[in-house]
């Protein structure tokens, strides 16, 4: 078994399809057949089953598929770290859920960093990626929250995944509208209200994306839903639909990031635990440090 043929099961398993795969991965369709072949024999499994109307993934295959995620993500942060051009920068990655605050964070790490060459990043992502990216050493530090529909599930996978979360803020539910729709200058709404206007939530990509939603009212049997990945979409689909979206709040005001945006108190309680996670024992870096040092800024709890 080698690193090719960890990244060609990725790949051919995003794909659903040899031809595709084949091709983003710059091989023939017969080579990268034989070299899957060659795996499954020396790991005793089926990876893939292989029908007419296509291929997916076994029981052992999406088993399989959980260890290789890690190994890539292993091996991609030694290859970036010792093989890469950036190798004699300082080094310091965030991983987190759609929060202001926590770019401001970052930004005030980026200010103070007494350094020449630096290589900082910070990956605004889906809230499984954010525990993974924390336990694989991705990233030193993530920024996570819960309601009470996904409050034990998220407990359970801090404990899972060997990391400590420390609370930031809780913060009531609310929901954002554009700045001209209809119901902008209310002070509190019911969820019934909206209900001929789409909810627009963000996509988790995942099979129990309900438990692992980083938005209140998780739980809640939306009429009409649209799933976007990419902020400035929604931006678009609210501002154009008259849609709206769940939040804490935190993204309208004064000092908003992002301009146009009005939030209105949901009268629905479903509140957030927002805060931040470390691996468990996790010597950080002086970068590390400094980013939860600007986090304890925004602390209301």
């Given at each position: 078994?080698?690193?090719?043929?960890?990244?060609?099961?990725?790949?051919?398993?995003a794909s659903q399809s040899m031809r595709e795969a084949a091709s983003?991965?710059?091989?023939?369709?017969?080579?990268?057949?034989?070299?899957?072949?060659?795996?499954?024999?020396?790991?005793?499994?089926?990876?893939?089953?292989?029908?007419?109307?296509?291929?997916?993934?076994?029981?052992?295959?999406?088993?399989?598929?959980?260890?290789a995620k890690k190994v890539i993500g292993q091996y991609e942060i030694l290859e970036d770290?010792?093989?890469s051009r950036n190798a004699d920068k300082e080094r310091f990655s965030v991983s987190t859920q759609h929060y202001n605050f926590a770019i401001k964070a970052f930004t005030e790490v980026i200010k103070g960093a007494n350094c020449e060459k630096y290589v900082f990043s910070i990956h605004e992502t889906k809230t499984r990626d954010v525990l993974e990216d924390v336990r694989s050493l991705k990233s030193e530090v993530g920024i996570v929250s819960f309601s009470g529909a996904n409050e034990s599930v998220l407990k359970k996978l801090f404990k899972e995944y060997q990391l400590e979360f420390t609370p930031l803020m809780r913060r009531e539910t609310y929901i954002y509208v554009w700045k001209d729709h209809k119901f902008a200058k209310r002070k509190e709404i019911s969820i019934e209200e909206l209900s001929d206007y789409p909810c627009i939530s963000f996509d988790q990509s995942n099979d129990s994306n309900?438990?692992?939603?980083?938005?209140?009212?998780?739980?809640?049997?939306?009429?009409?839903?649209?799933?976007?990945?990419?902020?400035?979409?929604?931006?678009?689909?609210?501002?154009?639909?008259?849609?709206?979206?769940?939040?804490?709040?935190?993204?309208?005001?004064?000092?908003?990031?992002?301009?146009?945006?009005?939030?209105?108190?949901?009268?629905?309680?479903d509140p957030l635990t927002i805060g931040y996670i470390v691996r468990k024992g996790a010597?950080?870096?002086?970068?590390?440090?400094?980013?939860?040092?600007?986090?304890?800024?925004?602390?209301?709890?």
């Open positions: 078994m080698n690193i090719n043929q960890i990244r060609y099961v990725l790949e051919v398993a983003k991965l710059f091989v023939s369709q017969p080579a990268l057949s034989a070299s899957i072949k060659e795996l499954e024999e020396e790991l005793e499994i089926v990876i893939f089953e292989r029908t007419n109307k296509g291929i997916s993934l076994t029981d052992a295959g999406r088993e399989f598929m959980e260890y770290r010792y093989l309900f438990y692992l939603n980083e938005e209140a009212m998780a739980d809640y049997d939306f009429k009409k839903m649209i799933k976007s990945d990419d902020r400035a979409t929604t931006m678009e689909l609210m501002a154009t639909l008259g849609g709206y979206s769940v939040g804490s709040g935190m993204l309208s005001g004064e000092n908003a990031v992002l301009p146009g945006l009005v939030s209105i108190k949901l009268k629905e309680e010597d950080l870096s002086k970068y590390g440090k400094a980013y939860v040092e600007n986090l304890q800024k925004f602390k209301e709890i």
